[in-house]
Structure formats: C-alpha cells, structure tokens
C-alpha cells in the first residue's frame, strides 16, 4: 500500500508540474473559447483606454508580454525580440475591435474566419530589433534558433529596414527585422536563444524562456 501511495503521489506530482509547464508556454493549440478568451484579453484594456497616454501604455504592456532579450525601458539599445505568437495576434484583434467601436459608436467584432486563420497559423513571426554602428548594419542578417543543441533555421527572413539615428549615447543606429519560424520546428516550452549573424562577423544572442511566452 505504501508503494501503491507514493507511485500515486509520484503521479499526480508530475501531472501538476504538466499543467504547471504547459500554463506559461506559447500556446500552439488554441481552442475557440481560449481565441475567444485571447480577444477579449486584448479588448478589454483597449474600451478602458480614454486618452493617448492611456492607448500608448496599452500597446507598450502589449509588446513587453512577448518580448525577450533586453527590456528597452531599462536599455534602449539592447538586442530584442518580439513574439507574434497566436496569442499576440488574437489579443492585437481585440485591441482592434475595441478602437473600431469607439470609432463607430456601436460593437465591431472579427469575422469568425479572420479568428480561424490565426488559430490555424502553422507559423511564429518574430520581430528583432537591434543596434549597431552605421545605417546599414543589419542588412543581410541571418538569424536561427538555438534550443540546447537543436539549431531552427529559419523559414523566412526580412529585409532589415535601414537603420534610424539613436539618441544618447551607445550605437549610432537602430534596425529591425522579421524573421518566420515553423511551429512544429521548435520545443514551445523550452529555453532557447535567438542567434543572429550580422555581414561583418558579428554575433548577438537574444535569450529567449519560452516558458514564459503565450
């Protein structure tokens, strides 16, 4: 009995350590109500916004939830990323919606197949933004996803925009570019990096727990 016990809380230990992981993973899989959930999650702060300042910090705590790397608050020149998973998607939706109404004067809501083609999206958008020395430093950039001793290449990779003029001190310029990874390529739980190579040789690595991403 004592053996039957332990094997029993041995189980249910691990079953709760499962749904401990899975609850702060990038959900690949959504369920209509979790869509449904995601949009709401993205609207509801949006109806409350009344002024710029307000809409401005809406969209900031948006893009800071599935950042990784360098938080640009604390360094504005840091190496980072943004995930446009399912959630990101869905939730910018609902910000949507919430502006339209507004706009409107009456409840806009997302055509059910616009939903349906986020929730079938076999692929994750990632958006770098990074700093360097000339206006031209990011073009050509190559970027793979480095998981323990997994390296993804890779789907697609975007033009990198020609550098901006950085304030302050630090890199003179600042760049950003997409690049497209297959869902079913990568572990979505797991801690991982983004390696990005630039032309001149240089190397820049974007840690990135995707236990913490939705």
């Known amino acids: 009995m004592v053996v039957q016990g332990n094997l029993v809380t041995g189980l249910l230990a691990g079953f709760f350590l499962v749904l ?3 609850a702060f993973a990038i959900d690949v899989k959504l369920t209509t109500e979790e869509a449904q959930k995601a949009l709401e ?3 509801a702060p949006m109806e409350k916004a009344n002024s710029p300042e307000e809409v401005k910090k809406v969209l900031q705590h948006a893009s800071m939830a599935t950042r990784v790397g360098a938080d640009p608050e604390k360094d504005a020149c840091g190496a980072s990323a943004i995930l446009r998973t399912k ?4 939730e910018a939706f609902g910000r949507q919606e919430a502006s339209e109404s507004k706009k409107r004067k009456t409840d806009i809501r997302m055509p059910d197949e616009f939903i349906k083609k986020v929730v079938d999206m076999p692929n994750m958008e990632v958006e770098v933004q990074l700093c360097g020395d ?4 990011a073009e050509g950039a190559l970027i793979e996803l480095q998981q323990a001793s997994k390296k993804v290449k890779a789907i697609d990779v ?3 925009e020609r550098g901006r003029k950085n304030e302050g001190s630090g890199p003179a310029y600042r760049s950003r570019f ?6 079913e390529s990568f572990d979505p739980n797991a801690v991982s990096a983004f390696v990005v190579n630039l032309q001149d040789g240089k190397e820049i690595r974007i840690p990135a727990d995707f236990s913490k991403v939705k």
Not at 87 to 90: F, P, Q, S, W
Not at 134 to 137: K, L, M, N, R, V
């Open 20 to 22: 401990i992981h899975s």
């Open 178 to 183: 997409t690049a497209v990874f297959a869902y």
């Open 134 to 137: 000339d206006e031209y430093f």
């Open 87 to 90: 959630r990101y998607r869905l």
């Open 41 to 43: 999650a993205g609207r």
């Open 158 to 160: 975007g033009k990198a």
